[in-house]
């Protein structure tokens, strides 16, 4: 039977973290060995803004063992990546590259979103109680020290998704900024997160039925059960009980937290506003029990190596998580669903017809058929300048799953109205214009052939025609289709351009 050893590091906001997994095929993934090191790294990023010489020497010295640990074990492949308090610190680029000048390890930063969506895909080595727990009303809590993650699940489909920046490590930097004193920094504390859960209850919650709270992420209070009341972990809980919980860790004292958990000084300060979020969160979405599964980041890690190397496949499509996700975020933005769901149809028969020429990859279709879905999104701001509103609304708007390049690829393909205003200057910003160029080429022609927006081509055939080097569209529709001709001729100089493929389309004869 084939195996993979992988190494897993995660530079994390307080803990940094290396996990060694034998990965079997047929989906057999099983830790090996885990290490955790304490060097809150949020006490620079959040308090000063950089991180400091001292903490990064700590980091290197860490990394260091981590790589021999990984030498050890003849590691097949490792990967390390670092979360917010080294992607927000204002010296980032020199701490990675001190690292892999001193330790060899090369750390890629993860944002919010990739970072959201590998704790989802943790899940799966506990894939069945996720898949049970996400059909009635269902809130998947992701916390970190620097924010949360809001996903609302219902009927086995992402609802919606929101960060907000409540996580302990960010709250407590900015009460100790503000000089708050301790006696009064859990009264503060609560009222910073009453304000903005009560914003995102009338934002997100309102008529939803929330039955469960699933908590993954980093989480300190996770630490503290761990050892005090692991009867809480890896089953249902009632409400009740963690409210409970919660109130009593907000009466513990810092010296107690420190005795329990063997740390010091800001750590041990976390865990009473962990509880404070915890509980008000538990208040505001009526949610009648919670269930914490216990898995890591680094978990994660090594369910995305596992799916690379082809070992593992897991019995959740979280992908189709991202596109349900991007269907709820046009209907927030009150798109023309008929016609989003007809560009999307011609886009991806399009793209399929074209692949062979393409150069393009299939998460490049992921990404058009998103961009089609939201194409209109920028109507809600202004019918005049939708291109650029567009642009900004999918550039704000976290997507769990895709990278901020992703997204930024996305946006600029919404911004391409035409392909007669594409502009490859512009389009250098996405970082890639030539796909940039492509994807943009496609989804323009596909918004051509429902340029009435009452898709008159629905059963419009889409094929490459090689030896004419001829893109062919048959539509079967007998009425008018002048609009959607002058449409298609319009937007067929880029596409040819780029595909070296010249669009040509054509209307069945009558009998």
Same mark, same amino acid.
């Given at each position: 039977?084939?195996?993979?050893?992988?190494?897993? +590091?995660?530079?994390?906001?307080?803990?940094?973290?290396?996990?060694?997994?034998?990965?079997?095929?047929?989906?057999?993934?099983?830790?090996?060995?885990?290490?955790?090191?304490?060097?809150?790294?949020?006490?620079?990023?959040?308090? #000063?803004?950089?991180?400091?010489?001292?903490?990064?020497?700590?980091?290197?010295?860490?990394?260091?063992?981590?790589?021999?640990?990984?030498?050890? /074990? #003849?590691?097949?492949?490792?990967?390390?990546?670092?979360?917010?308090?080294?992607?927000?610190?204002?010296?980032?680029?020199?701490?990675?590259?001190? +690292?892999?000048?001193?330790?060899?390890?090369?750390?890629?930063?993860?944002?919010?979103?990739?970072?959201?969506?590998? %704790?989802?895909?943790?899940?799966?080595?506990?894939?069945?109680?996720? %898949?049970?727990?996400?059909?009635?009303?269902?809130?998947?809590?992701?916390?970190?020290?620097?924010?949360?993650?809001?996903?609302?699940?219902?009927?086995?489909?992402?609802?919606?998704?929101? %960060?907000?920046?409540?996580?302990?490590?960010?709250?407590?930097?900015?009460?100790?900024?503000?000089?708050?004193?301790?006696?009064?920094?859990?009264?503060?504390?609560?009222?910073?997160?009453?304000?903005?859960?009560?914003?995102?209850?009338?934002?997100?919650?309102?008529?939803?039925?929330?039955?469960?709270?699933?908590?993954?992420?980093?989480?300190?209070?996770?630490? /503290?059960?761990?050892?005090?009341?692991?009867?809480?972990?890896?089953?249902?809980?009632?409400?009740?009980? +963690?409210?409970?919980?919660?109130?009593?860790?907000?009466?513990?004292?810092?010296?107690?937290?420190?005795?329990?958990?063997?740390?010091?000084?800001?750590?041990?300060?976390?865990?009473?506003?962990?509880?404070?979020?915890?509980?008000?969160?538990?208040?505001?979405?009526?949610?009648?029990?919670?269930?914490?599964?216990?898995?890591?980041?680094?978990?994660?890690?090594?369910?995305?190596?596992?799916?690379?190397?082809?070992?593992?496949?897991?019995?959740?499509?979280?992908?189709?998580?991202?596109?349900?996700?991007?269907?709820?975020?046009?209907?927030?933005?009150?798109?023309?669903?008929?016609?989003?769901?007809?560009?999307?149809?011609?886009?991806?028969?399009?793209?399929?017809?074209?692949?062979?020429?393409?150069?393009?990859?299939?998460?490049?279709?992921?990404?058009?058929?998103?961009?089609?879905?939201?194409?209109?999104?920028? #109507?809600?701001?202004?019918?005049?300048?939708?291109?650029?509103?567009?642009?900004?609304?999918?550039?704000?708007?976290?997507?769990?799953?895709?990278?901020?390049?992703?997204? #930024?690829?996305?946006?600029?393909?919404?911004?391409?109205?035409?392909?007669?205003?594409?502009?490859?200057?512009?389009?250098?910003?996405?970082?890639?214009?030539?796909?940039?160029?492509?994807?943009?080429?496609?989804?323009?022609?596909?918004?051509?052939?429902?340029?009435?927006?009452?898709?008159?081509?629905?059963?419009?055939?889409?094929?490459?025609?090689?030896?004419?080097?001829?893109?062919?569209?048959?539509?079967? /529709?007998?009425?008018?289709?002048?609009?959607?001709?002058?449409?298609?001729?319009? %937007?067929?100089?880029?596409?040819?351009?780029?595909?070296?493929?010249?669009?040509?389309?054509?209307?069945?004869?009558?009998?």
């Amino acid at each position: 039977m084939a195996y993979k050893i992988f190494g897993a +590091i995660c530079l994390g906001s307080v803990e940094q973290e290396l996990a060694i997994y034998e990965i079997r095929s047929g989906g057999g993934i099983r830790i090996v060995e885990r290490a955790t090191t304490v060097l809150p790294l949020f006490s620079d990023t959040f308090g #000063k803004g950089r991180i400091s010489i001292e903490s990064l020497d700590s980091l290197c010295e860490m990394l260091e063992k981590y790589a021999s640990v990984l030498k050890a /074990y #003849k590691a097949d492949g490792y990967k390390a990546y670092a979360t917010v308090a080294v992607r927000e610190a204002e010296n980032c680029d020199i701490i990675l590259d001190r +690292i892999k000048v001193r330790t060899g390890i090369e750390v890629e930063l993860i944002s919010n979103s990739e970072q959201r969506y590998l %704790n989802y895909k943790a899940v799966a080595l506990n894939e069945n109680g996720f %898949n049970d727990v996400i059909k009635s009303g269902t809130l998947i809590l992701d916390t970190g020290y620097g924010s949360l993650q809001f996903s609302i699940f219902d009927n086995d489909a992402l609802i919606s998704t929101e %960060n907000i920046s409540l996580g302990a490590g960010k709250i407590l930097s900015d009460l100790s900024r503000a000089r708050i004193a301790d006696d009064q920094m859990l009264d503060r504390a609560e009222e910073m997160v009453n304000s903005e859960l009560l914003n995102y209850k009338k934002l997100y919650l309102k008529g939803l039925d929330i039955e469960t709270i699933f908590g993954i992420g980093e989480n300190i209070l996770y630490k /503290y059960w761990a050892q005090e009341k692991p009867e809480l972990l890896r089953r249902a809980v009632p409400a009740e009980r +963690i409210i409970a919980e919660c109130r009593h860790v907000m009466g513990m004292k810092n010296s107690e937290i420190t005795e329990i958990l063997g740390s010091a000084g800001n750590y041990a300060r976390l865990l009473p506003i962990a509880a404070i979020y915890y509980k008000r969160i538990i208040e505001i979405t009526g949610a009648k029990k919670l269930f914490f599964p216990c898995v890591n980041f680094t978990d994660g890690m090594a369910v995305e190596y596992a799916e690379k190397v082809k070992l593992y496949k897991s019995g959740h499509d979280f992908e189709a998580d991202i596109i349900s996700e991007s269907r709820n975020m046009a209907k927030r933005y009150r798109c023309d669903t008929s016609h989003s769901a007809a560009v999307e149809e011609y886009a991806l028969l399009i793209f399929d017809a074209v692949k062979k020429f393409s150069g393009l990859s299939k998460r490049d279709r992921l990404m058009l058929q998103i961009a089609a879905i939201l194409h209109d999104c920028g #109507k809600f701001v202004s019918i005049k300048n939708v291109d650029e509103c567009g642009y900004f609304i999918v550039l704000s708007t976290e997507i769990i799953g895709l990278s901020h390049a992703e997204r #930024k690829m996305i946006a600029g393909v919404v911004r391409v109205r035409n392909t007669a205003s594409f502009d490859y200057e512009l389009a250098a910003e996405s970082g890639d214009p030539i796909r940039l160029a492509k994807l943009s080429a496609i989804l323009c022609l596909a918004n051509a052939l429902d340029r009435g927006h009452v898709d008159k081509l629905r059963d419009t055939k889409v094929a490459l025609k090689e030896k004419s080097m001829e893109l062919s569209i048959l539509a079967s /529709y007998d009425g008018d289709l002048t609009l959607e001709r002058l449409a298609v001729d319009e %937007n067929s100089v880029l596409f040819a351009e780029v595909f070296g493929l010249k669009p040509v389309f054509r209307q069945k004869k009558r009998i």
